[in-house]
């Protein structure tokens, strides 16, 4: 079975300063990941996913991540945040089924 | 863009009640999802459709919980009678085929408090 932890329940991080959201992912078999972010009372939406290839991934709103299979980790990286990243971001993991598996999420503050 | 539609957003209702949620995907998408999330964690899956057949139920607490996508478009989820611990966000999601590479699209959530 697999499963994902996110170490970090909540990351303060001042405007413009770069973060990074930690991600760890267990499994036995080859796996897909995902980042998504929910906003207050709102839905994921989902910012980037790797499936294969380059383990760099780009995805929207400037966020990019690194698959690691050695660590298996997958973070959530941003050079620099504004005040509208806060929220909170779930990282996700599938393997030989289309369920997906969520982290129990970090919350993201940026502050002034 | 098209969205996934659910309703209602917010329901507060008393213990043994019954309580329903809808569910709308994107137009032509064949997989629908419904998730749980409990404040503070990860969506976790209850059911999965392809088209109007239930591909994965195993978390689904069907004492109390269904789930039925009749004509393979919309989706309801019902809970009879509701109890304290229901109280979550209930998630619907979409994808356009089923496969664990495709991008589930999620709607704004049913807000469910059970007094």
């Known amino acids: 079975a697999q499963s994902v932890t996110q170490l970090d329940s909540q990351v303060p991080v001042f405007e413009e300063a770069p973060v990074e959201l930690r991600c760890n992912y267990s499994s036995s078999v080859s796996v897909y990941l995902f980042w998504y972010v929910q906003y207050p009372n709102q839905g994921l939406q989902l910012l980037l996913k790797y499936l294969s290839g380059s383990t760099l991934v780009k995805g929207i709103n400037g966020f990019e991540a690194e698959f690691n299979k050695s660590q298996t980790s997958f973070n959530l990286r941003k050079p620099s945040v504004h005040i509208s990243d806060t929220s909170e971001y779930f990282c996700?993991?599938?393997?030989?089924?289309?369920?997906?598996?969520f982290g129990t999420g970090t919350r993201l503050q940026v502050f002034p | 863009e098209a969205e996934v539609a659910q309703s209602p957003r917010y329901k507060i209702t008393e213990k043994s009640q019954a309580v329903a949620f809808w569910c709308d995907p994107i137009?032509?998408?064949?997989?629908l999802y419904w998730y749980r999330q409990i404040l503070g964690q990860g969506p976790e899956l209850l059911v999965q459709f392809q088209d109007e057949s239930v591909v994965d139920d195993s978390q689904l607490p069907k004492d109390r919980f269904s789930a039925e996508r009749l004509k393979g478009v919309d989706s309801t989820l019902k809970i009879q009678p509701a109890e304290l611990g229901d109280s979550a966000m209930y998630l619907c999601?979409?994808?356009?085929?089923?496969?664990?590479?495709?991008?589930?699209?999620f709607g704004p959530g049913t807000r469910l408090t059970v007094l």
């Open positions: 999601a979409s994808s356009l085929d089923r496969g664990n590479t495709d991008t589930q699209y």
């Open positions: 996700a993991v599938s393997a030989n089924t289309d369920k997906l598996i």
């Open positions: 137009s032509g998408h064949a997989t």
